[in-house]
């Protein structure tokens, strides 16, 4: 195979996800060479408006410029998308991958030889305050390793875990809990009396500036619980009338269904 002739960061596929990760990489101060490959020049042309990109013209030239690259495509574009990087006769090397549910054993079979990294970013790391997941396959060395963890640290906080908890966390930390959460807390705040503003601003408040407040506190969860739930009170009756009406099985049976998915997208 040809050898790499440049050093950047490239990304296939120039979807919300690296959108997200390009603009935090700025906003953070990484001024690195980021190359984006995609098929849809509107994507591109965003790219480099929002996070001064390079573009690739083709994928071989994308793949030829990269000391990293990121495999930013949906789980079933994966296969495909790694059949056309093989067919460029470019060694490879180290490969990232962000695809969820798609484990490494798929991928060494799709692109044999290359050294591969599981990644779970949150759209959130559009701000810098993103939390990734990395795991990393076995043949991947010391310096490559430190190398992954330093560019996902500059759009947020970084767990490493083993491949076998990834769909856990995957259906665990997105976003979307937030945003789905705020919706209902504020929908249902509506019908109690509020109006819609004052229903969302209340609701943000009570999941978003307080769950702030525990992270930069110290406290436990226990502990802020029992501050801000006093025997009696109104938030007391209020989180016992969810937990009698199932909330802990409802949240349960959400994540299962989206390990489960994870898990189908696997086998596609």
């Known amino acids: ?45 965003g790219l480099r408006r929002e996070s001064r990109v390079e573009t690739a013209r083709d994928l071989k030239s994308a793949v030829n410029r990269a000391a990293m690259l990121v495999l930013a495509v949906r789980p079933a574009s994966v296969p495909e998308a790694l059949a056309e990087v093989k067919a460029t006769d ?89 945003y789905h959460a705020v919706r209902t807390l504020a929908e249902q705040a509506q019908h109690a009396g509020l109006a819609r503003a004052t229903a969302q601003i209340a609701a943000a408040h009570a999941l978003c500036d307080g769950v702030q407040y525990w992270r930069q506190s110290g406290s436990s969860l226990d502990e802020l619980l029992h501050e801000a739930a006093t025997p009696g009170g109104t938030a007391t009756a209020t989180m016992a009338a969810m937990d009698r009406a199932g909330y802990a099985r409802v949240v349960r049976k959400g994540l299962a269904a989206g390990i489960g998915q994870a898990q189908r997208n696997a086998k596609r």
């Not at 997200?20 to 700025?26: E, F, I, S, T």
């Not at 990395?134 to 992954?148: A, L, N, Q, T």
């Not at 947020?156 to 930390?173: C, K, L, N, S, W």
């Open 1 to 45: 195979m040809r050898e790499k002739l440049d050093s950047a960061v490239a990304f296939l596929g120039g979807g919300r996800i690296t959108s997200a990760l390009c603009a935090g990489l700025r906003l953070a101060g990484y001024d690195g060479r980021l190359v984006i490959y995609d098929r849809n020049p509107r994507k591109l042309r």
């Open 90 to 178: 470019i060694a490879p090397g180290l490969c990232v991958s962000l695809a969820a549910g798609f484990p490494f054993q798929r991928l060494r079979a799709c692109l044999p030889g290359a050294r591969w990294v599981r990644t779970m970013p949150s759209p959130v790391c559009r701000i810098a305050r993103g939390l990734t997941a990395i795991c990393f396959d076995r043949v991947v060395g010391k310096s490559e390793r430190r190398r992954v963890l330093d560019f996902f640290r500059y759009v947020g906080q970084v767990v490493q875990i083993p491949e076998r908890q990834f769909d856990a966390f995957t259906a665990t930390f997105s976003s979307s809990h937030g």
